[in-house]
């Protein structure tokens, strides 16, 4: 098995697909009024990072870091293809995500998920991920977890 996480557009075939795949995953656990899911432009904007995990050289997984401009950035569109639970690949991603946050000064990643994904919520708890009141442009919403990771 080589896993590899690199920085890569997200108009790919594979990516879409991965997006898709999560669009479809977050409408079935969720009304979407609480599904706050962005799309391949707001991806592709020069604010965002996109990476992707490969296994084989075939896309296994994707997250995003958006700048908010403010010193901090937001975690989105994280997502592991069901096929590949189980290697790891939402930690190297988050390996990663923390790493390109502070080569860029980043202060803290926050970021929104669902209460109905505790895998997620214990990935991110796990990675140092505290609980946090709503931020941005967020409302409070009794289906939303809010969390943040202090980098400095």
């Not at 962005?38 to 997984?61: H, Q």
């Given at each position: 098995?080589?896993?590899?996480?690199?920085?890569?557009?997200?108009?790919?075939?594979?990516?879409?697909?991965?997006?898709?795949?999560?669009?479809?995953?977050?409408?079935?656990?969720?009304?979407?009024e609480s599904n706050?899911?962005?799309?391949?432009?707001?991806?592709?904007?020069?604010?965002?990072?996109?990476?992707?995990?490969?296994?084989?050289?075939?896309?296994?997984?994707?997250?995003?870091?958006?700048?908010?401009?403010?010193?901090?950035?937001?975690?989105?569109?994280?997502?592991?293809?069901?096929?590949?639970?189980?290697?790891?690949?939402?930690?190297?991603?988050?390996?990663?995500?923390?790493?390109?946050?502070?080569?860029?000064?980043?202060?803290?990643?926050?970021?929104?998920?669902?209460?109905?994904?505790?895998?997620?919520?214990?990935?991110?708890?796990?990675?140092?991920f505290e609980d946090?009141?709503?931020?941005?442009?967020?409302?409070?919403?009794?289906?939303?977890l809010f969390m943040?990771?202090?980098?400095?």
């Amino acid at each position: 098995m080589t896993v590899t996480i690199a920085v890569e557009p997200p108009r790919q075939p594979e990516v879409i697909r991965l997006l898709e795949l999560s669009d479809a995953y977050a409408a079935s656990l969720y009304p979407a009024e609480s599904n706050h899911l962005v799309d391949i432009s707001t991806l592709e904007k020069p604010s965002v990072l996109f990476l992707v995990a490969r296994n084989e050289a075939a896309i296994v997984g994707c997250c995003a870091l958006v700048d908010a401009g403010d010193g901090t950035a937001e975690i989105k569109r994280m997502f592991v293809d069901p096929a590949a639970r189980g290697l790891r690949i939402g930690k190297r991603l988050l390996d990663e995500i923390v790493n390109q946050a502070r080569s860029r000064s980043t202060t803290a990643i926050r970021l929104e998920t669902g209460i109905h994904q505790p895998e997620a919520i214990g990935l991110y708890r796990a990675y140092g991920f505290e609980d946090i009141a709503p931020f941005g442009s967020y409302k409070p919403d009794p289906l939303s977890l809010f969390m943040e990771k202090k980098l400095f």
